[in-house]
């Protein structure tokens, strides 16, 4: 038995809502099969050329599947997987959640869905963990259940889907390397209540306009005071791809991740094509390679096909 | 031209909506007079036994209102004032707010209703500025628009109310002092990033819970890992209060603004009836005088009377 399915790019962070929320994209994404096995075993190929490791407990994919696996009862059953990647590694898009969350979909559709999406973050999860070093869900949430997604715990899991109105996402992902580890290391173990304060107060406005449909206070809450100052500096041209885009009709947007790929909301198509080109002519003008991409926020649909 | 009002207590913070979120109470409730006068003054009276100052710049309702005349083309008017409070000053209630609200709410429909409900919040915070020295607008916004309100920003301003389903909410008010500059002082200027996203992520998890209705979300997002462990030890058996609430079924709760008083929020009437048993039994037994409430969130009517 075999599956097709997409493993979708996400955004984690969403501005001020660093390591809580996270947002499913229609583009881009890996092309991933899997395929139930009778032995206990994981066997990984990637279709890519970017090096990934295959042995199972190396790749991202296969630790995601392992916890799975250990948490089902019949033990004599595993999984060929077979991975095109297309969400380039260290992207800020969610490369390696991509992997992990879509192995655990896959694998739970063809065991005819016995586990929860909340349990599949869970399992996702392992795969973070082997990527970073941390067990953040903040991508694999909004894989998983797709649209926007409030993480609330992690430790019990709590994860809250948030329904936000139509919005169209405009990316750049200029070729510079950013390990999330450094980007991590990067940031302040102590930040001022003051600050705090003025970051809890956007995420609620942040949450209450996607919630609300309210655009106009979505864009007033894509703010974030904490995070941003301290990596936007490993970005060359933040400021003034933000600046640019927000003159061009951008709601808001910023580091996606950890970074290098920067995105925008806006709530139309026309305008989120004027933000590529802004993107494109900074790129293009200091000379750093770059992708973007046009894109609108995956629905919570599942993308099989057999 | 007179009009009667009640002026609403209110609760600031919410648990973890620290200096963002506030919710407007049925009771208590401060009684307020207000009287449009031909020539451009402030006369306040106090009704009640408190000793509060009646020199319009002294007293907050002088000073919210002496704010919303500075705004007003007509510099030939003024009021007369009359307060009756029953909510006791220095109770974590909103009482200095009940009086500036109230006051700038009264003028308003006076005078036709020329001010935005955000403009009175404005000349409102005048008076919080005046009791506390904070331009904090946690208790005046609430107390203005009713319901839960979300204090996005104070400068500029921008309020946003959030529908949250029926609850009721029962409140003990132990008569000890706790005054705000010292509760504010008592804060830690540096908080760590760690419990930072904690406490967003639970703001982020009660803002939805509201908006979707989903007391179960509600329940588990009424947790400050920030300000309570700081505040709660001006509050004696505070933890102990907590526990026994949780116990007889509140949905949560904590320190009402600054305290003293302590709020629990609940699904139906009988159990907010057997939590403020809960509470009285504990400050009877431990001999701290003290008030109890139960009552309901007030909508955003205001209530006048000629």
Redesign the interface.
């Known amino acids: 038995m075999k599956i097709k399915l997409k493993a979708c790019a996400t955004i984690a962070n969403l501005v001020?809502?660093?390591?809580?929320?996270g947002l499913a994209l229609n583009a881009p994404y890996d092309e991933m099969e899997l395929e139930l096995i009778n032995e206990p075993k994981i066997n990984i190929t990637h279709l890519d050329n970017f090096n990934l490791p295959t042995k199972a407990e190396d790749n991202v994919a296969g630790v995601a599947l392992q916890a799975l696996l250990n948490a089902y009862e019949n033990k004599n059953i595993g999984f060929n997987v077979t991975i095109n990647k297309l969400i380039k590694p260290g992207s800020g898009l969610g490369s390696s959640a991509a992997s992990a969350a879509g192995a655990v979909l896959g694998a739970n559709q063809l065991l005819g869905n016995p586990f929860t999406k909340q349990a599949l973050v869970g399992f996702a999860m392992y795969g973070e963990a082997l990527a970073s070093g941390a067990m953040h869900a903040d991508n694999i949430a909004p894989c998983i259940y797709g649209g926007v997604t409030?993480?609330?715990?992690t430790s019990p899991l709590?994860i809250?889907q948030?329904n936000a109105p139509p919005m169209y996402v405009t990316i750049v992902h200029p070729q510079i390397e950013i390990k999330t580890s450094e980007a991590r290391a990067i940031?302040?173990?102590?930040?001022?209540?003051?600050n705090?304060?003025?970051?809890?107060?956007?995420?609620?406005?942040l949450?209450?306009g996607f919630?609300?449909s309210d655009y106009e206070?979505i864009s007033?809450?894509l703010e974030d005071v904490?995070v941003e100052p301290y990596r936007s500096k490993l970005i060359p041209w933040f400021d003034e791809v933000k600046l640019q885009c927000k003159a061009a009709g951008a709601l808001g947007g910023g580091i996606s991740g950890s970074g290098p790929a920067i995105f925008m909301l806006c709530k139309d198509e026309i305008t989120a094509k004027n933000i590529a080109q802004v993107m494109k002519d900074i790129y293009t003008k200091i000379g750093i390679d770059f992708n973007t991409y046009v894109t609108t926020i995956k629905s919570d649909e599942i993308f099989f096909s057999k």
């Open positions: 001020c809502g660093f390591d809580i929320l409030l993480i609330r715990s709590d809250v948030l940031l302040p173990k102590e930040i001022s209540l003051k705090a304060v003025t970051q809890w107060a956007n995420v609620a406005g949450v209450t919630l609300q206070l007033r809450s904490i």
